[in-house]
């Protein structure tokens, strides 16, 4: 595998080099609390692939192939969507499809604006698709997709890197939210057992 796969890999190749990066970097087995609370046998730190050079390119070209012709932007919830948003805003200048990335604070900022969404103003009523890395219960994005509305933005999408298909699903759905994650929590466990010598 060359250094550049991810910039010249087509979409299906990509998806595969991708998965082995979540495997090799991201996936660990143990003991764990998860940000819900919840125990897990198992923990995804996605910010190692998200962070990772060509985790971030593939990340970036793989989500924007996915995108509604009518996205307008994309938005997370801070820390953990920042890096996607920014590889998705990147590689759609790229793709002569410019579209731009919203961060979305947890707290509103305790100065100047006070604002809760940084990034470029766009009309009211612009279309907007919520990115996460890693989806659990869903409520990390969901308070992002509620913030955006809040603001005016239209949302009717979440998309993700991995569902460990723990309800996030489920919460979209209830939400009236379309959901779709690049991989299941399943993809990854039989791609990482696999893996193993």
Same mark, same amino acid.
């Given at each position: 595998?060359?250094d550049v796969w991810a910039a010249t890999a087509?979409?299906?190749?990509l998806r595969q080099h991708l998965l082995d990066?979540?495997?090799?970097?991201?996936?660990?087995?143990?003991?764990?609390?998860?940000?819900? /609370?919840?125990?897990?046998?198992? !923990?995804?730190?996605?910010? %190692?692939?998200?962070?990772?050079?060509?985790?971030?390119?593939?990340? /970036? $070209?793989?989500?924007? #192939? %996915?995108?509604?012709?009518?996205?307008?932007?994309v938005a997370g919830l801070t820390l953990g969507?920042?890096?996607?948003?920014?590889?998705?805003?990147?590689?759609?200048? !790229?793709?002569? $499809?410019?579209?731009?990335?919203?961060?979305?604070?947890?707290?509103?900022?305790?100065?100047?604006?006070?604002? !809760?969404? &940084? /990034?470029?103003? @766009?009309?009211?009523?612009?279309?907007?698709?919520?990115? +996460?890395?890693?989806?659990?219960?869903?409520? #990390?994005? @969901?308070?992002?997709? &509620?913030?955006?509305?809040?603001?005016?933005? $239209?949302?009717?999408?979440?998309?993700? @890197?991995?569902?460990?298909?723990?309800?996030?699903? &489920?919460? !979209? +759905?209830?939400?009236?939210?379309?959901?779709?994650?690049?991989?299941?929590?399943?993809?990854?466990? &039989? $791609?990482?057992?696999? @893996?193993?010598?």
């Amino acid at each position: 595998m060359t250094d550049v796969w991810a910039a010249t890999a087509d979409l299906i190749t990509l998806r595969q080099h991708l998965l082995d990066l979540f495997c090799q970097l991201a996936y660990q087995e143990g003991e764990f609390v998860l940000s819900s /609370g919840q125990r897990s046998s198992y !923990y995804i730190n996605g910010k %190692q692939v998200t962070l990772h050079p060509q985790g971030a390119l593939a990340i /970036g $070209r793989i989500l924007l #192939s %996915q995108l509604p012709t009518d996205t307008q932007a994309v938005a997370g919830l801070t820390l953990g969507a920042d890096p996607i948003v920014s590889a998705v805003s990147v590689v759609s200048a !790229y793709e002569d $499809r410019p579209i731009p990335a919203l961060i979305v604070r947890k707290e509103s900022k305790g100065h100047g604006t006070m604002a !809760y969404i &940084e /990034g470029p103003s @766009l009309p009211t009523g612009a279309s907007v698709v919520v990115l +996460e890395d890693v989806v659990t219960t869903g409520k #990390s994005a @969901l308070k992002a997709v &509620e913030r955006l509305k809040q603001a005016g933005y $239209r949302v009717n999408q979440v998309m993700a @890197l991995v569902d460990r298909q723990q309800g996030g699903a &489920e919460l !979209y +759905e209830s939400a009236g939210l379309k959901f779709q994650a690049v991989f299941s929590i399943q993809d990854i466990q &039989e $791609r990482w057992a696999q @893996l193993q010598p």
